[in-house]
Each structure stands twice: as structure tokens, then as C-alpha cells.
């Protein structure tokens, strides 16, 4: 089945030319049965800023659809975008002197990060294999880098209440330590790390310290300009070495836009790479990637200058209201709870054990019965749950969203899934 399933994928180049709307017609029937995120009935993938942040971006993207970041010499507006869309995020996570790059997306922005930590270890402290102190909850690209760059995964448990454990964390750094990992917040139940513990920690040993903000760097610094109350961890926390977080998430731009801001050009230099012996001439890359499309760079200048600090202030009260009626709406439900005590956007929901209604909800069912409904949300484990990242795109149908969560509950008493599978990313 799976290699009649690949085979009827392949595809041949046609012998002649396709006119342009038959594409464009084949593309769009190809998109039928995908998650339907215009609607704002997807909690998670795709982040909706509304029209106004569609139109900007869309006509930076075609303006910059051909531009090349390999060299910014050949085209230097790309690199004055970089500059810019770095240094405006640099001050507002405190970093006076922070210096960066822009990626595209959180998993090189956290590559990155670990190729900055494994070669300042070398270099400083004579480091040949390091290793990474992380929590189970840090995001799996983490290993990743590992995995890439030839280090060691030191992983460690989180406390009751999903953050880091401080003492686990503690006792698993060595001297070949390089890198300690801390997140603002973590993915998978919203909280936001010890983080002043853990970077002092880190700074205990020499080793770099990363905040990874790729879900919270473009909701947090809105919180606190609201006067909610945020945990410390950006650079105002000493010990910070570098922080990542994503413009395409809730910054609002179209995909492939991240960043990832060093506390200063100094420990910046330790993640570009560069090579002077090629008969092709010097080379120096910041990224994973050599060439690098304008368009999403361009598009998130963009999206950022036209929303400006109010327009995210205001995206981000319409997030974190949405966020608080679903809890609200959990808290209520019989037979489901809230994971942990999530701080701004994220959300995940479990069966509660203490449920005095009878029989139990398998939260994996209750998530089935969405789908049905037309809701796509996130399945996860230890505990099994459903996780939502709450967007401003979500906040017109909240109502309908608990509405039909109530009932999902209700039907799904007494069954049990089995499919219990968990598929954050996935391979075809």
C-alpha cells in the first residue's frame, strides 16, 4: 500500500507547457483537504495578522520574489532589512549591543544557537565534544543540532509545575558543558523556564545560555507593555547569550522568517562560518543555507513596520483574551483540566483524572470529535493532550471553538482511541 501510495505521487515533467490558470487550477484542488487556518479554525502553523498584514506582506514578497541573500554586497537593500528587522528586536528584548541574523525559522535559529555554543567551547575552553543541558520540554530541534553538530544531548526532567528542574539541571552540567537551554515559553504546555537560575548557572561554567523565544519573542515584550506580569528572560538576565524567536509565528509574517539576536557581535561571530581557500572566491554564511530568498525576509520587514508597536500591542490583547476565555472555558468542562499554568499563548489540555462525572474522557477522542468539526489542534503525550497555540486569527470564532469543545466532550465519554499517535512534524 505505501509504495502504491508513493508511486501514484510521482509525478513527470509535462511534454509540452501547461497554460497558466491550469496550474494555478492543479494547485488549488491540491489544497482541498489541507487545514482550513483562514477561517481561524487552526491553533497552531499559521498565525493570521488579518487583510491589512496580508496585502503588505504579500506585495513585499513579490517585490523581493527573486532576490538572493547569498550577497549582500550585490544586493545590499537585503542586508539593511536583515540589520534592521535584527536591531528592532535586539532593543526590545534589552540588548543594547545585540547583533544577529535573520533564518528561516525557529529550527535554524536554535542550529544556529548550537553552532555558536560548540564552536565558542572550542575556541575558548578547549571543548572538542560538548554537550547541551536541556529539559525534555525544549524543542526537539535542540537534538537536532546535536545530532548536526557532533554534541551530546544532556537532558533532564521538569519540576510539577512543566518548567525546567533546577537541580536535575544542576547536576548534569560538567566542564563540557557548552550550551544550557532555556524556553520563553516552552512548546508544549505554554510555561515560560526559570531562566535567571539556569543562565546563572550556564555562566557558572562558561557555557553559552539560549532563550528560546521562538514562540513567545513576539508576544512577551507586548505582554509587559501591557502591564501583565512576565517572568525575566530576555538580556536584561545575566548570563543571556543569545535568544531566538520567530517573526512568523506571532510576529505575523508568511513563513520562513526567524531570528536569532547574540548578546553581542562578539559571541555572534562564533555562528557564521566562512572559507578562504575556494578557487570561487571568499565565502561566509551566517545560516544553513547558502542562497537565501528575499521574499520572506522582505515580507517580515514589512508585516513589522506596518503593524509597529501598537498594532502588536493590539494583536497580542486579542491573543491572550482569546487564550483566557478557552481557559476559562476548560476550567469549566467536566471530564478535561488545563496542563501546568501556561503564561501567555499556548495552551494544552488533558483528561482530568479527578473527574467526578463518569465514564472518562480520552482527551485523543476528544480530539478526533474536533477534527470532525473542522478543528485542527496539535496531539501530544506524557500526559496525552491537545495543544493550541491561540493566534489573534482565533479569537472571531472563540465561541464557536468552546462551544464545540463542550460537545466534543460530552460525546466522547466512554471511548477510547486507538490511534495514539503524536505528530508534531511529520515525513513524506
Known amino acids: 500500500m505505501c509504495a502504491d501510495v508513493i508511486y501514484r505521487r510521482r509525478m513527470s515533467l509535462p511534454s509540452h507547457g501547461q497554460p497558466h490558470q491550469e496550474v494555478i487550477a492543479q494547485l488549488r484542488n491540491m489544497r482541498t483537504d489541507d487545514a482550513q487556518w483562514q477561517d481561524g479554525r487552526t491553533f497552531g502553523l499559521v498565525y493570521d495578522g488579518g487583510a491589512e498584514v496580508h496585502a503588505i506582506a504579500e506585495e513585499a514578497s513579490a517585490m523581493f520574489l527573486h532576490e538572493n541573500a547569498l550577497n549582500t554586497v550585490a544586493i545590499p537593500s537585503l542586508g539593511q532589512i536583515q540589520r534592521e528587522v535584527v536591531g528592532a528586536m535586539a532593543e526590545l528584548l534589552h540588548g543594547p549591543e545585540g547583533s544577529g541574523f535573520m533564518t528561516s525559522g525557529g529550527t535554524e535559529s536554535i542550529l544556529m544557537a548550537v553552532k555558536a555554543a560548540r564552536e565558542r567551547g ?243 477522542v476528544v480530539g478526533d470529535k474536533l477534527a470532525a468539526r473542522g478543528w485542527y489542534l496539535d496531539r501530544q503525550n506524557r500526559p496525552d493532550s491537545l495543544h493550541m497555540t491561540v493566534s489573534a486569527g482565533n479569537a472571531p470564532i472563540v465561541s464557536e471553538f468552546v462551544t464545540d469543545l463542550e460537545a466534543a466532550v460530552q460525546s466522547a465519554r466512554g471511548d477510547v482511541a486507538t490511534d495514539r499517535s503524536t505528530n508534531y512534524s511529520t515525513l513524506d
Open 122 to 364: 572550542r575556541a575558548e575552553r578547549g571543548i572538542e565534544r560538548g554537550q547541551i543541558v536541556l529539559a525534555d520540554s525544549a524543542h526537539a530541534a535542540f537534538h537536532k543540532g546535536a545530532s548536526y553538530f557532533g554534541l551530546d544531548s544532556v537532558v533532564v526532567g521538569v519540576d510539577a509545575d512543566f518548567r525546567c528542574d533546577l537541580d536535575a539541571t544542576a547536576d548534569a552540567i560538567t566542564d563540557r558543558t557548552v550550551l544550557v537551554v532555556g524556553s520563553a515559553p516552552q512548546y508544549p504546555q505554554g510555561v515560560i523556564d526559570p531562566i535567571p537560575d539556569l543562565a546563572m548557572l550556564a555562566a557558572e561554567v562558561g557555557a553559552n545560555f539560549h532563550t528560546d523565544a521562538c514562540m513567545g519573542g513576539f508576544v512577551l515584550p507586548f505582554m509587559e507593555r501591557l502591564g501583565e506580569p512576565i517572568p525575566p528572560w530576555d538580556f536584561r538576565v545575566p548570563g543571556v547569550t543569545s535568544i531566538s524567536l520567530d517573526v512568523h509565528k506571532l510576529g505575523y509574517a508568511p513563513k520562513g522568517a526567524s531570528i536569532i539576536v547574540h548578546r553581542n557581535k562578539e559571541l555572534r561571530r562564533y555562528q557564521t562560518f566562512s572559507f578562504d581557500n575556494w578557487l570561487g572566491g571568499f565565502y561566509a554564511s551566517p545560516n544553513m543555507q547558502g542562497s537565501r530568498s528575499g521574499a520572506p525576509m522582505a515580507a517580515a520587514w514589512a508585516v513589522m513596520h506596518r503593524l509597529g508597536l501598537e498594532g502588536y500591542d493590539d494583536l497580542t490583547r486579542t491573543t491572550i483574551e482569546a487564550a483566557r476565555q478557552i481557559q476559562a472555558a476548560v476550567d469549566r468542562i467536566e471530564g478535561i483540566r488545563l496542563v501546568g499554568n501556561p503564561e501567555a499563548q499556548i495552551l494544552a489540555v488533558t483528561s482530568d483524572p479527578n473527574s467526578v462525572t463518569a465514564p472518562p474522557v480520552d482527551i485523543f
